[in-house]
Structure formats: C-alpha cells, structure tokens
C-alpha cells in the first residue's frame, strides 16, 4: 500500500482534533484487537464525535484507498472490529449522547457509542429499558450490537437487537449521510436497516441509532433446577418450549461448569448435580406465577433433584450468581478454553450434547457446557493448556468438530457472536458459493467500493467450497470469552 | 506469540522489562481482551480513549514483554495516567491481577526514567526520605501548619502569585492537606477498653494520616475501645508503602513492609485495625509484595490476614448500633481501595444505616474513583481534577450536606473538589459519625 | 418452454395487474419448474409478476411492461413443522388458512395476520409486508421469518439464515425479500419463529364518544403493564363495513387479551379499569375469532372493497391526528372509514363511493394529496394500498422517493440486472 499518511494524519487531525487521531505505532498497538484472538495493526485511528466527522473521515480514506473498520468498545467475539487489512479504524466511542427519549412512543435516538447498559440505566427512571442485553453489556456499545445483530440470555422472549431498532443513520462510503427507517415502526422500500443490521460494519458506518423501547415488567420470578443427568436437562428444555412456554431466559450448565461454579462462587448446587436449569419469566404478576407453575411441573416430569424460585431481586441474583460466574471460574479447571457458539434446533439438545460428550470421550478433552438453552444456542467451551504442546491444535480441531456437528443436526455456525474473522471459513458448511455470492453483492450495492471492513464474513479462501481446507480454517478460530 | 519486532532496530535492553519486578507472565495472559473493564476505568470514562483504558495499558505491557515496543515515553505516559484504583479488578471475570501487573511495570518504568526533572526529584524525596520517617514528617508539617496559620497561605492564595510563577507549584499548594491542630502520635501506648474486653487491636498509625487528620485517628481509637476493644499504638511502626509501590519503589515499600509485619507481629494482638483504605490494602497484599523474599513470605502471608479495615472489622466484632441520633443527610463515596482492592463496599453503608437520625443517600457512580490516586493528585493535576470535577457533579444532584469516605487522600481530594465549588458540605471519615453518636449518646 | 407450464383452466384476464394482461401466466408445481421458468423469463428478457392468492396483487404501481404471471399457490408444502422447537417452514404458495390450521393441532400459530387467508399466501403476505393486528404484540412480519429461500432471477435458488431463534450467520438477505414486492427474486420458502396459541382469549369492546377517549385509552394500555395480543380502534362506518355492531356510536377500541385464568383476568380487569378512566360510554365484549377476522380482512374483502385504500403511518401519539386528517379528506357522495393500530401508529384509510360507479379519479388524487399534506406536517408517511388504475397513472402510490433510494436501485441493478421482477411496480420506479 502507498500511503501518503503524512498528508492522511493532519487531514483527519483537522477534522476530529489532533487529540483524537492515533498514529504513534506503540498506540496503534491497543487498537489491534477486540474481544477475539484476532489481531490486526490499523494504520491510524480516528474518534469522530458526529456524523459529519465520520463522513468527513470516510471521504478522506475512501480518496486515499484505505480501508474502514468501525469499532465500538471492541467487545465482540468473532473479529469484527479488527482491522485485517489494517486501515483507518473509527473508534466510536466519544459518540456516547442518548440524543432523545421519547416516552411516550418509547422510542430514542442514540449515538452509536452508547454503552448498552447506559441505555437502560438512563431510561429505567420512567420504567422503561432497552431489550437486548449481550452479557458483555457494561461495556459493550449499542453500535456494536447494531453490526453484530447482538442477542443476550433474554432474547428468548424479546428478539435480538434488529427487532428493537426502528431506523438508523448511516454514512456510505462516498461520505453522504442518510438515514435508513427512521422513528416509526414501518416505512416504505427495501428493509435496508434489516440489511445493516448484523452487516458488521461491511456497508455503511451506522452514525445515530433510533430503539424501541420496552416497558419494564411489573415482575420477574427466576426458577432454578438441578438435575443429576445433563439428558434430564436438555430434555426438559424441550419439554418447556414444546409446552407453549416461552420465558425471558432459559440458561443451563453442565456438570464441568456446576462444579467450577460452585467453587467460584459457592452457589450451593446439591451433591451430585449434573446440569442446573436456570428459567426466567416475567411479564404480569399473575403471568409470572402460572407460567413459573407450568415451567416448574414440565421440570418435575423429568426428576429433579431440587427446584428453587426466588422473586425478591437479592434472592433472584443468588440464583444467578452461579450463571453469571462460571466463566471466570472455568479457568478453575484448565489455564485456557475455547468457546464455541453455535445454535442448534431446540429439539435436538439432547442429542447435540450427546454427541460433544462423545467427541470429548474419544478425544480426552474436558468440554464444559454453558448454552442460552431456550434459544439453542450452545457455549460448548474446550478445556485446554497452551503449554502443552499440541493442545491448542487439538482444541481448535475440537472446536471446528462441535460447529460441523451443529450444522449437520440443522442448526448454525453462530447463535450471536458473529461470523467476523473467526468463522468466515466455516460459512461453505451452510452456504453454497450461490447463497455467498448473493450476501456478497450487497456491498457493491451499497456501492462500498469494498472500503468497510474488508475480508470479512466470507471465506478468504481461493475455493470456497473446499471445506476440507479446515485445517488452516481452524487456525482462525480461537478461544472467545464472555457469553 | 511475538510478532515481527517493531522498527528495524532491536529494542534497547533498559526499554525492556527485565529483572524479577517484571509483571508477572502469567498474570498478563490471563487477560483476554474482553473488555468488561472499560467502563470501570475513570480515565477511560474521560477520554474514551483505549490507550486509557486498563485494558490498553495491559495491551502495551504485551507488547513490551514481547519486545513488540519499548518503554516509549508515549508508552509510560498511558502506564501514568493510570489512577490506580483497580476498578477494572471488580469488573474483570477473569481474574487479572491488574494491581499487581501495574505495580510491576511502574517499578519497570521507574527503573528507566530518567532522573533529573524536578518534579521527580521533589517526589523522591518526599517519599524516600519524609514519608518513612515520622520525625521528619513532622517538621515538615509544623512549618505547613504556621504557613496556614500565619494568614500567609489565604494571601498566597488571593494573590495568585504562585500560580503566575510557578503553575505545578501552585497545584501542590492546592491540594496540601489541610493540617489539623493535633497529631495523631503512635507511642506504644495503649488504651483500655470499654467494659469487657473483646478483643486486642493494634492500630496502624500511618505517615501522613496521622498528622492531617489526628482528631480523626483518635476517633478511630474512640470508636474500638468503646466496642470494647483494648487498641495499641505499637511504637516503632511506619509508613505501609503503598505510595512507594503505587510509584515504582518497590525495594522500599519492601523495606518498609519487612518492618511493619516485625513490629505488629510482637504486639500479640487479634487484628491490625486500619482506617486509611489505601494502607489497608497494601498491608493485606503484604504476602504478594514478598512473595519472593525466603525469610518473610510465610510471615507475610500470617500478617496480611491479621490485617483489617475499620470498617470491616466493626461489622464482624459486631459494632454496637449507636442510640443517639445525628440529624444529617449523608452519602458514601467508595474508596478505591476499600472497594476494589479490598472488595469492601457494604461494611461502610452497613455502619452508616446503623445510625439514627440521619438520611442515607447513595451517590451516584459511588465506585467511580474521585481521582485522588495518592500522589496523583499531583503528579497528574489536570486528569486528577477532570476526574474530581464529574464526581462534583454526581455528588450535587445527592443533596447531601455530609460526604463520607474511607481514605486520607480521597478526604482530601474531596475536601478540595467542595471548596472549589463553594458547596455547603463536609466531608468527614465514616467512623467520625460513628463517634459523634456515640459522644452524643454520652451527652444526652 | 415456458407454455409447458401453462394451466390450461388459467384465465388470462384474471391474471391481470392494473389492465396490463400477461403475455401467460403459468403455476409450476415443483421447485425445478419455478426455477426454469425464472431463468428462462429472464434469459429471454420478459417481465416476471409473481402472485399468491391475488389478494393484493393490487399494490404497487403499474406494471412497466408485460410478462408473465407466476402463479404461486400449487407450491404449497408445509416444507417442515418442528413442534417442539417452534418453528415451520412452508412453501411460498401455501394458504394462511392452511397454515393455521396445521399449527394449531399443535397448539401454535404464526404471528403473520393476513387478510382473507382462505386465499392469500405465505409468500405473498411477506412480499407485501403489511403485518396485520398482531404486529401489537408480536412485531412485524420480519421480525418472524428466521430463514428464507429464494429464486433469483437468474433462476438459481439461494438461502439465508436458517431454522433456528437465532442465528448470525451471514447477512440476512430475507430482508430484503420481506416487504420488497417480489422486486428482487421470487420467494420460495420461508421459516419461521412460532407463538404457542394462548390458553383462553377474550376480546373487550370498548366504545367512545369522542376520538379523544378511544386515544387515551389506547395510549394509557400501550404504556401499562398489560400486552394485548392486538389493539385495533376504528369509527362507525368501519364498524357497518365489518358487520360488527358495537352497542354505541362512536370510536371503538377493541383489545384482544389471552394468557392462562388469571393472567387473563388481571389483563381483562386493568383494560376494563382503562376504558373507565377514559369514560367508555359501553364497555363490552366481542367473540374474538369473528372480530379480529373482519378486522384483518376490512378494505380487502368483497364488502368493505374502497375505491381508495391508504395506509398512514406517524408516531403511537399521532394517531389520532392521523385519523383526524383521514376523515377530513373526504369528498361529497364519497364515505369514509379507518382503522387504527394505534400502538404502532398505523392508520388504515378506505374511501368508498356512494355510486356504483365509483369516486371520480380526480376526486381521489384531490383526497390522496390532501391527505399526504397533511400526514407529511405530523411527519408520517402514506402509501396508497389500492386505487383505479387510472389514479395510479397519475399518482405514485408509494408517495414520491423513500429515504435510500439510491442504495434501493442500487439492488435492483445488482439482483435483478434484466428488470425482470415485478418491473415498475415497488417504490421509486423500481
């Protein structure tokens, strides 16, 4: 790449002030990485504080052929926000205003550097909050959860970022700015804001974001299971979808994270414990209560060793202390893991992790499942020790097995963590060259010039068929971190 | 894991981390870039900016183990601005050592920075030679006392000269703590309980506590033997460290630490009662400071358990609920290393409700460092005070009229952040509300 | 080869969209069919219309030239129903109807209400992306589908997403396809997220005196703690339209409730409580099925037909100057009805006239910009859902350029390169 950086830096310096251009190569370094293994250089960054500056910067890098990635708090999990082909990367994170709440409609604008969490807290006085709650949501930004389409323990019931957002300004690579819905909940032409949504910053750099958003419920009732068989488990899951109930939150945890939870932080799960359920339900009073009664008699069916409910915040937060610590206590068990995110159809838990014990058995590799059940999304995290010579190949070899089983079973290379990096060489076990061929076209119809974001999402591969390039495929993939 | 080396040339030895101070290798691994700290990190909330961040600056300490980068000033300039509060610690679900790893590099850098500035002199000094020793301490002090007593201080002030002349000066000026009119003196001495006795605590006097705020030090003392503790002052004890190693000077924060866990440990005592949350802290990661010294870090490890914070330590005693009544509307604002370092955050609120009388409002943003940060404060005046001024603002919309904490320097920073903006509030140390129901109980 | 496909029962004639009649109209019965008849229709550079039931077939402009008329319905499989995971996929060409009833032997349904679903489609429902009374609680056509197949135009069939809740795996090209008007490729399959059918449902029919009451009311349930499965308002001509009779004149609010026992009996409790408090002059009850269903058919079914229908978008809050505005536009001999979703802030307009002949074409462009002036002061937006081809002509029934236009032709030349899909009919020309 020719690059005239000692005519780009004061160009961008002069429209976002000399503060917010990096350029020294030893502070490029903490802009090399986002919450995945991947790692990349950026040629400068940029913290643009509105639109015009973001469209401003677009235009001087679109003139120069450098690439463009946007980065929010560079929390993802899949490499979205690395820079591959290094570039100009638009960190956005001075661009935190909630913008406007209007209560009334339950709608609000915000900047796309509005910490997910912020969102709430700052609306919850008029009890209101913001559906979408990825576990990384004290840190992570709303526009990340716009590129990666984020979903959370919770999106059983609510959907996942795209069901929650009503329009989106944008900035195209030719620098114009417009905006794609808008604030009510239908406009006329294609979905382009369905489109963007979930793109991974690969067609336009989203510059304001417009939410719905929900009230909060009246009550929330948090049942907790424990059972000696994980089938029991997985089962009952079933069993509690097929029943016709849907609640907020079905999480699960296998024997591997019950006792590495247990201590961490000492939840108190009985003896001999092989899977916990942990359901969440809320809604009207009188709704939380049957349907907690439904979900408790569904589990009853498949025998439990104990149920627990809590309703008082203090005692629902207990219930979720073993949930919400055990991956930090996996490393109770293994100095390393890799996370594996797929999704499986619901009806086919029991067998998916089935087979991962099995593969687990005949490899020697712990597995420790931690799964969003009631969405089939499956945590499947492969213990390990880089110190080990082999492991880590064998691990990722692991990795790429539990994804290739959760496609055959009908099920998807990623539930909600995106394919980025990490996955694009994976996407040919779902998508033949003509599905890929069609996703591909829509940055040209974005006319992106393929300056946003370059190589990812799809295979970089010369074949993209030939899926027996795994090998090097696995190379990508690597241990994520929080789910 | 190295990746091509930075530049053509090799990175020069001293640009490197090396010796036994080094952050751990282990540790610094352990982070996997989440980035759950972001947004606990005060300098990160300022500037949005990842080279502020715990986990940028855990990023530059990568790259210089692996000889990616020096030890740049650009590089130290991000391991500075580090306030040290350890936020990130709380928020942090894998468990990265972040203090450690930053006490570590600091000490790296100290061994790299050129000497010579002014400023780095003056802090040498101040913290080699005044802080370990009372005595000197002290002079220093009285003559700080006469400077403010003599009225020359509120001239100095309105003339702004000093600020003309010597801007750094100037911040120093402002933020010298206000000094009290008695001291707090550890002589060996011991005061007897209340009633039965309890238990036997030795008290950790400190260097600067004891002399800025000696009427709340013997409060302090009040509040334990009237919870029936029998409270000794050991003689020969000194300063914990914890500006020595928050700084780089490790060797002498060990020096120091040596000393401390043979004068408390002949005291035959059941706890070491401190009230300053920056010494606490400290003390209790004893073991880790002399992990590798043969002969101390088994005594170490004995001594950091006996270590407790006041605030701590009347809550599992437990503290005698006060009957009297103090009519007051009060907040808390979390001490760093009370609540991050020590992870104590209920037992302050726990002795506050206990009250009567008085309104407790909880502070917005409560675990937001206010920017104290020992001596950065004054080292980093500017970023120090652009954090003060977003804890002003969170503290105005409280309506409180007394601000509560649990460390000398964020006493002082407080103090400071009020008078600047004319609030009619005071900030005072939990346990001197503690003690005034107390006194109060006697007097009614 | 293409006249292989051609039923012979086919009336031409009924095939024709806005008096352009086809070059021929043909109704594959298997994948491969559809896919040659796409590819070669495109080979040969002639139009493609695509149609389910016909019941919409009307929205859209004109067609640009003729082609032919893709006849969905015999692709009608239900592709996959996967009960215990609550998902379903189903050719484009079956019957809403048909779906229904196979979902709800296992207690579940589609959140998609389409009108007159003894004819209308899956595939077409999505393409038209007008989401029904549903969309209260259950979101917007777009926000059911999880996976989609699709013909491009250059008769190869593509796939997006998948057949699980959740999935980000790619760009989720069915975007594109729901609410694009078949402008882009023919919808082939779709899967979709399912709704458990709720224990025991009611319906409360409330009745105002003034427009006013029937918005609070409205507003006040939106931000209650109580979630209709739908909340539908709408005046007396529409309610004489419907055939529904609600005990007073007025404007009507109906809400639909459903839960277990109790959990429907709070909802019905606080929405009886609300209508009080916003002084109902009755307060009743409605059967549920027949209700809702004369609502999801009203300005589409033989009785209700208007010579114009609009659907007018604002805000929640603006719908009742949206209705304001709609009964303001009306013209002399012309009657006027509408049906409000207040929670999303959708308004359905219907002109009729009071002739056999119908309301002059000049009549109804008066009354279409009149009545955008005034939805565009609130900021809103109206598109004409069903007009005389002869207003077409005049007006652009999407209401002039959306916002991303551009970008939307932009797809068009990269998708549908030969102009071959639906040419002319969607927003912009396109």
Same mark, same amino acid.
């Given at each position: 790449?020719t690059?005239?950086?000692?005519?780009?830096?004061?160009?961008?310096?002069?429209?976002?002030?000399?503060e917010?251009?990096?350029?020294?190569?030893?502070?490029?370094?903490?802009?090399?990485?986002?919450?995945?293994?991947?790692?990349a250089?950026?040629?400068?960054?940029?913290?643009?504080?509105?639109?015009?500056?973001?469209?401003?910067c677009?235009?001087?890098?679109?003139?120069?052929?450098?690439?463009?990635v946007?980065?929010?708090?560079?929390?993802g999990?899949?490499?979205g926000?690395?820079?591959?082909?290094?570039?100009?990367?638009?960190?956005m994170?001075?661009?935190?205003?909630?913008?406007?709440?209007?209560?009334?409609?339950?709608?609000?604008?915000?900047?796309?550097?509005?910490?997910?969490?912020?969102?709430s807290?700052?609306?919850?006085?008029?009890?209101?909050?913001?559906?979408?709650?990825?576990?990384?949501?004290?840190?992570c930004t709303?526009?990340?959860?716009?590129?990666?389409?984020?979903?959370?323990?919770?999106?059983?019931?609510?959907?996942?970022?795209?069901n929650?957002?009503l329009?989106?300004?944008?900035?195209?690579?030719?620098?114009g700015?417009?905006?794609v819905?808008?604030?009510?909940?239908?406009?006329?032409?294609?979905?382009?804001?369905g489109?963007?949504?979930?793109?991974?910053?690969?067609?336009a750099?989203?510059?304001?974001?417009?939410?719905?958003?929900?009230r909060q419920?009246?009550?929330?009732?948090?049942?907790?299971?424990v059972?000696?068989?994980?089938?029991?488990?997985?089962?009952?899951?079933?069993g509690?979808?097929?029943?016709?109930?849907?609640?907020?939150?079905?999480e699960?945890?296998d024997?591997?994270?019950?006792?590495?939870?247990e201590?961490?932080?000492h939840?108190?799960?009985p003896?001999g414990?092989?899977?916990?359920?942990?359901?969440?339900?809320?809604?009207?009073a009188?709704?939380?209560?049957?349907?907690?009664a439904?979900?408790?008699?569904?589990?009853?069916?498949?025998?439990?060793?104990?149920?627990?409910?809590?309703?008082?915040?203090?005692e629902?937060?207990?219930?979720w202390?073993g949930?919400?610590?055990?991956?930090?206590?996996?490393?109770?068990?293994?100095?390393?893991?890799?996370?594996?995110?797929?999704?499986?159809?619901?009806?086919?838990?029991?067998?998916?992790?089935?087979?991962?014990?099995?593969?687990?058995?005949?490899?020697?590799?712990p597995?420790?499942n931690?799964?969003h059940?009631?969405?089939?999304?499956?945590?499947?995290?492969?213990?390990?020790?880089?110190?080990?010579?082999?492991?880590?190949?064998?691990?990722?070899?692991?990795?790429g097995?539990?994804?290739?089983?959760?496609?055959?079973?009908?099920?998807?290379?990623?539930?909600?963590?995106?394919?980025?990096?990490e996955?694009?060489?994976?996407?040919?076990?779902?998508?033949?060259?003509?599905?890929?061929?069609?996703?591909?076209?829509?940055?040209?119809?974005?006319?992106?010039?393929?300056?946003?974001?370059?190589?990812?999402?799809?295979?970089?591969?010369?074949?993209?068929?030939?899926?027996?390039q795994?090998?090097?495929?696995?190379?990508?993939?690597?241990?994520g971190?929080y789910? | 894991?190295?990746?091509?080396?930075?530049?053509?040339?090799?990175?020069?030895?001293?640009?490197?981390?090396?010796?036994?101070?080094?952050?751990?290798e282990?540790?610094l691994?352990?982070?996997?870039?989440?980035?759950?700290?972001?947004?606990?990190?005060?300098?990160?909330?300022?500037?949005?900016?990842?080279?502020?961040s715990?986990r940028?600056r855990?990023?530059?300490?990568?790259?210089?183990?692996?000889?990616?980068?020096?030890?740049?000033?650009?590089v130290?300039?991000h391991?500075?601005?580090?306030i040290?509060?350890?936020?990130?610690?709380?928020?942090?679900p894998s468990?990265?050592?972040?203090?450690?790893?930053?006490?570590?590099?600091?000490?790296?850098?100290?061994?790299?920075?050129?000497?010579?500035?002014?400023?780095?002199?003056?802090?040498?000094?101040?913290?080699?030679?005044?802080?370990?020793?009372?005595?000197?301490?002290?002079?220093l002090?009285?003559?700080?006392?006469?400077?403010?007593?003599?009225?020359?201080?509120?001239?100095?002030?309105?003339?702004?000269?000093?600020?003309?002349?010597?801007?750094?000066?100037?911040?120093?000026?402002?933020?010298?703590?206000?000094?009290?009119?008695?001291?707090?003196?550890a002589?060996?001495?011991?005061?007897?309980?209340?009633?039965?006795?309890?238990?036997?605590a030795?008290?950790?006097?400190?260097?600067?506590?004891p002399?800025?705020?000696?009427?709340?030090?013997?409060?302090?003392?009040r509040?334990l033997?009237?919870?029936?503790?029998?409270?000794?002052?050991?003689?020969?004890?000194?300063?914990c460290?914890?500006?020595?190693?928050?700084?780089?000077y490790?060797?002498a924060?060990r020096?120091?630490?040596?000393?401390?866990?043979?004068?408390?440990s002949?005291?035959?005592v059941?706890?070491?009662?401190?009230?300053?949350?920056?010494?606490?802290?400290?003390?209790?990661?004893y073991?880790?400071?002399?992990?590798d010294?043969?002969?101390?870090?088994?005594?170490?490890r004995?001594?950091?358990?006996?270590?407790?914070?006041i605030?701590?330590?009347?809550?599992?005693?437990?503290?005698?609920?006060?009957?009297?009544?103090l009519?007051?509307?009060?907040?808390?604002?979390?001490?760093?290393?009370?609540?991050?370092?020590?992870?104590i955050?209920?037992?302050?609120?726990?002795?506050?409700?206990?009250?009567?009388?008085?309104?407790?409002?909880?502070?917005?943003?409560?675990?937001?460092?206010?920017?104290?940060?020992?001596?950065?404060?004054?080292?980093?005046?500017e970023f120090?005070?652009?954090?003060l001024?977003?804890?002003?603002d969170?503290?105005?919309?409280?309506?409180?009229d007394?601000?509560?904490?649990a460390?000398?320097?964020?006493?002082?920073?407080l103090?400071?952040g009020?008078a600047?903006?004319?609030?009619?509030?005071?900030?005072?140390?939990?346990?001197?509300?503690?003690?005034?129901?107390?006194?109060?109980?006697?007097?009614? | 080869?293409?006249?292989?496909?051609?039923?012979?029962?086919?009336?031409?004639?009924?095939?024709?969209?806005?008096?352009?009649?086809?070059i021929?109209?043909?109704?594959?019965?298997?994948?491969?069919?559809?896919?040659e008849?796409?590819?070669?229709?495109?080979?040969?550079r002639?139009?493609?219309?695509?149609?389910?039931?016909g019941?919409?077939?009307?929205? #859209? %402009?004109?067609?640009?030239?003729?082609?032919?008329?893709v @006849? =969905?319905? $015999? !692709?009608?499989?239900?592709?996959?129903?996967?009960a215990?995971?609550?998902?379903a996929?189903?050719?484009?060409?079956?019957?809403m109807r048909?779906?229904?009833?196979?979902?709800?032997?296992?207690?579940?349904?589609?959140?998609?209400?389409?009108?007159?679903?003894?004819?209308?489609?899956?595939?077409g429902?999505?393409a038209?992306g007008?989401?029904?009374?549903?969309?209260?609680?259950?979101?917007?056509?777009r926000?059911?589908?999880?996976?989609?197949?699709?013909?491009?135009?250059n008769?190869?069939?593509?796939?997006? #997403? %998948?057949?699980?809740?959740?999935?980000?795996?790619?760009? @989720? =090209?069915? $975007? !594109?396809?729901?609410g694009?008007?078949?402008?882009?490729?023919?919808?082939?399959?779709a899967?979709?997220?399912?709704?458990?059918?709720?224990?025991?449902?009611?319906?409360?029919?409330?009745s105002?005196?003034?427009?006013?009451?029937?918005?609070?009311?409205?507003?006040?349930?939106?931000?209650?703690?109580?979630?209709?499965?739908?909340?539908?308002?709408?005046?007396?001509?529409?309610?004489?339209?419907?055939?529904?009779?609600?005990a007073?004149p007025?404007s009507?609010?109906?809400?639909?409730?459903?839960?277990?026992?109790?959990?429907l009996?709070?909802q019905?409790?606080d929405?009886?409580?609300?209508? $009080?408090?916003?002084?109902?002059?009755h307060?009743?009850?409605?059967?549920?099925?027949?209700?809702?269903?004369?609502?999801?058919?009203?300005g589409?079914?033989?009785?209700?037909?208007?010579?114009?229908?609009?659907?007018?978008?604002?805000?929640?809050?603006?719908?009742?100057d949206?209705?304001?505005?709609?009964?303001?536009?009306a013209?002399?001999?012309?009657?006027?009805?509408?049906?409000?979703?207040?929670?999303?802030?959708t308004?359905e307009?219907?002109?009729?006239?009071?002739s056999?002949?119908?309301?002059s074409?000049?009549?109804?462009?008066?009354?279409?910009s009149?009545?955008?002036?005034?939805?565009?002061?609130?900021?809103?937006?109206?598109?004409?859902?069903?007009?005389?081809?002869e207003?077409?002509?005049?007006?652009?029934?999407?209401?002039?350029?959306?916002?991303?236009?551009?970008?939307?032709?932009?797809?068009?030349?990269?998708?549908?390169?030969?102009?071959?899909?639906?040419?002319?009919?969607?927003?912009?020309?396109?």
């Open positions: 790449m690059l005239d950086m000692n005519s780009i830096i004061p160009q961008l310096q002069a429209v976002v002030g000399a917010y251009v990096i350029h020294k190569p030893e502070d490029l370094i903490v802009f090399e990485y986002d919450g995945s293994v991947d790692r250089l950026p040629t400068v960054v940029a913290l643009p504080d509105s639109a015009e500056q973001v469209s401003e677009v235009k001087i890098a679109e003139r120069s052929g450098l690439p463009i946007a980065r929010g708090a560079g929390t999990l899949s490499g926000a690395v820079a591959e082909h290094g570039g100009l990367v638009l960190a994170t001075r661009m935190t205003r909630i913008l406007e709440v209007d209560v009334e409609n339950r709608v609000a604008i915000v900047e796309p550097g509005v910490v997910n969490l912020h969102l807290e700052q609306v919850s006085k008029h009890g209101l909050y913001f559906a979408p709650d990825p576990s990384s949501q004290r840190a709303i526009g990340g959860n716009v590129a990666e389409n984020s979903g959370g323990p919770h999106c059983l019931a609510y959907g996942v970022t795209t929650h957002v329009g989106l300004e944008v900035v195209y690579a030719d620098g700015i417009e905006w819905g808008g604030i009510h909940r239908e406009s006329p032409g294609f979905d382009l804001r489109i963007i949504i979930g793109s991974e910053g690969t067609l750099i989203v510059t304001k974001i417009a939410v719905r958003l929900l419920p009246e009550a929330v009732k948090t049942l907790l299971a059972f000696s068989e994980l089938d029991d488990a997985s089962a009952a899951v079933s509690i979808i097929g029943a016709g109930i849907v609640p907020a939150a079905i699960m945890m024997e591997l994270c019950i006792s590495a939870a201590a961490a932080v939840a108190g799960y003896e414990a092989g899977a916990v359920l942990l359901v969440e339900v809320d809604g009207l009188e709704a939380v209560e049957e349907e907690v439904a979900v408790e008699e569904v589990c009853n069916l498949y025998d439990p060793l104990e149920i627990r409910t809590a309703t008082d915040p203090v629902r937060e207990k219930l202390s949930r919400k610590g055990v991956l930090g206590a996996l490393g109770r068990l293994a100095p390393n893991y890799l996370l594996v995110d797929g999704t499986v159809p619901r009806t086919r838990l029991v067998e998916t992790l089935s087979r991962i014990k099995g593969i687990s058995e005949r490899t020697g590799y597995i420790a931690l799964l059940a009631g969405d089939g999304n499956l945590h499947p995290s492969v213990l390990f020790d880089e110190r080990k010579p082999g492991d880590t190949e064998a691990a990722l070899k692991i990795g097995e539990i994804l290739e089983l959760c496609v055959e079973v009908g099920g998807v290379l990623s539930g909600e963590h995106g394919i980025g990096l996955k694009q060489e994976y996407m040919p076990l779902m998508f033949t060259d003509a599905d890929m061929d069609v996703m591909a076209r829509l940055r040209p119809s974005f006319s992106t010039n393929n300056i946003f974001n370059p190589g990812k999402i799809f295979p970089t591969g010369a074949s993209c068929s030939d899926i027996r795994m090998a090097a495929a696995i190379q990508r993939a690597g241990p971190a789910v | 894991m190295v990746e091509a080396k930075h530049g053509e040339a090799r990175i020069a030895p001293d640009f490197l981390f090396s010796g036994p101070d080094a952050p751990e282990s540790d691994y352990k982070c996997v870039h989440c980035g759950f700290c972001l947004q606990a990190c005060p300098t990160y909330l300022e500037t949005g900016l990842e080279t502020e715990p940028g855990i990023a530059l300490m990568k790259a210089v183990n692996e000889e990616r980068i020096g030890m740049t000033d650009s130290i300039r391991w500075d601005l580090c040290q509060c350890r936020a990130c610690e709380v928020a942090c468990g990265v050592p972040y203090g450690s790893l930053i006490e570590a590099t600091m000490a790296q850098v100290e061994r790299r920075r050129k000497p010579g500035a002014l400023a780095r002199f003056a802090e040498n000094v101040s913290l080699n030679h005044v802080l370990p020793h009372q005595g000197r301490l002290k002079l002090m009285s003559a700080a006392k006469a400077y403010q007593r003599s009225g020359a201080q509120s001239l100095v002030r309105k003339s702004g000269v000093l600020r003309r002349l010597a801007p750094s000066l100037a911040d120093m000026e402002a933020s010298m703590p206000r000094v009290s009119s008695t001291y707090f003196s002589k060996g001495q011991t005061v007897e309980a209340e009633g039965e006795a309890r238990a036997r030795a008290i950790l006097s400190g260097c600067v506590m002399l800025v705020n000696g009427p709340e030090m013997d409060a302090v003392v509040v033997a009237r919870n029936g503790c029998e409270v000794v002052a050991p003689e020969r004890q000194v300063c460290g914890a500006i020595h190693s928050h700084v780089g490790l060797d924060a020096k120091m630490a040596r000393r401390n866990i043979d004068v408390f002949e005291a035959g059941d706890a070491v009662v401190v009230a300053s949350a920056g010494c606490g802290s400290r003390m209790k990661e073991a880790h400071l002399l992990r010294d043969p002969q101390y870090s088994e005594k170490a004995r001594f950091s358990d006996m270590v407790k914070d605030h701590e330590f009347l809550v599992e005693l437990p503290f005698v609920p006060p009957r009297a009544a009519d007051c509307r009060v907040t808390y604002q979390d001490s760093c290393h009370l609540a991050n370092a020590q992870r955050t209920s037992a302050p609120r726990r002795i506050l409700d206990s009250i009567p009388g008085m309104e407790f409002v909880e502070l917005p943003n409560a675990g937001r460092c206010c920017g104290a940060g020992g001596t950065y404060t004054i080292t980093e005046r120090s005070l652009r954090v001024n977003s804890k002003m969170d503290f105005e919309t409280t309506g409180a007394v601000l509560t904490t460390n000398p320097g964020c006493l002082m920073q103090q400071y009020i600047e903006r004319g609030l009619p509030a005071q900030v005072k140390y939990v346990t001197d509300l503690l003690d005034e129901a107390y006194r109060r109980e006697r007097s009614g | 080869m293409i006249t292989r496909h051609l039923r012979t029962r086919d009336d031409l004639a009924s095939s024709t969209i806005d008096g352009v009649e086809p021929s109209a043909v109704a594959p019965s298997s994948e491969d069919e559809l896919r008849v796409v590819g070669a229709a495109d080979g040969e002639l139009a493609l219309y695509p149609r389910g039931g019941t919409r077939i009307g929205l #859209g %402009g004109i067609p640009a030239r003729p082609g032919i008329v @006849d =969905m319905t $015999r !692709l009608n499989r239900v592709a996959a129903h996967n215990g995971d609550l998902t996929t189903f050719q484009a060409g079956a019957n048909m779906v229904a009833e196979t979902l709800a032997q296992q207690g579940q349904m589609l959140a998609l209400d389409s009108p007159l679903p003894a004819r209308s489609t899956i595939g429902t999505l038209t007008l989401s029904g009374a549903l969309k209260w609680h259950m979101g917007h056509a926000d059911t589908v999880i996976g989609m197949r699709v013909v491009q135009p008769g190869s069939v593509t796939k997006s #997403g %998948g057949q699980v809740v959740k999935n980000v795996s790619g760009y @989720d =090209m069915s $975007r !594109l396809h729901i694009g008007l078949g402008s882009l490729g023919v919808i082939l399959e899967s979709f997220k399912l709704t458990p059918i709720p224990m025991y449902e009611r319906t409360i029919l409330a105002f005196d003034s427009l006013e009451g029937a918005m609070d009311v409205s507003m006040s349930v939106f931000n209650s703690h109580v979630m209709p499965l739908a909340l539908a308002s709408f005046g007396d001509s529409t309610a004489r339209l419907m055939d529904v009779d609600p007073r007025g009507h609010v109906a809400f639909r409730l459903g839960g277990r026992p109790r959990t009996d709070r019905v409790d929405v009886v409580k609300a209508c $009080r408090e916003a002084r109902a002059a307060i009743g009850e409605s059967p549920t099925p027949r209700l809702w269903r004369a609502i999801s058919d009203f589409w079914d033989a009785d209700s037909l208007p010579d114009l229908g609009m659907r007018i978008t604002a805000l929640p809050s603006q719908t009742g949206v209705i304001a505005a709609v009964e303001g536009c013209a002399p001999d012309m009657e006027v009805a509408w049906l409000a979703h207040p929670g999303f802030g308004v307009g219907a002109w009729l006239g009071a056999s002949e119908g309301a074409a000049e009549d109804l462009i008066d009354i279409i009149e009545a955008r002036r005034r939805v565009l002061t609130l900021g809103g937006w109206a598109i004409v859902l069903r007009c005389p081809t207003v077409k002509r005049r007006v652009d029934v999407w209401g002039g350029e959306p916002r991303g236009s551009s970008v939307m032709r932009e797809l068009k030349a990269q998708y549908d390169p030969n102009d071959t899909m639906n040419p002319g009919r969607y927003v912009g020309g396109i």
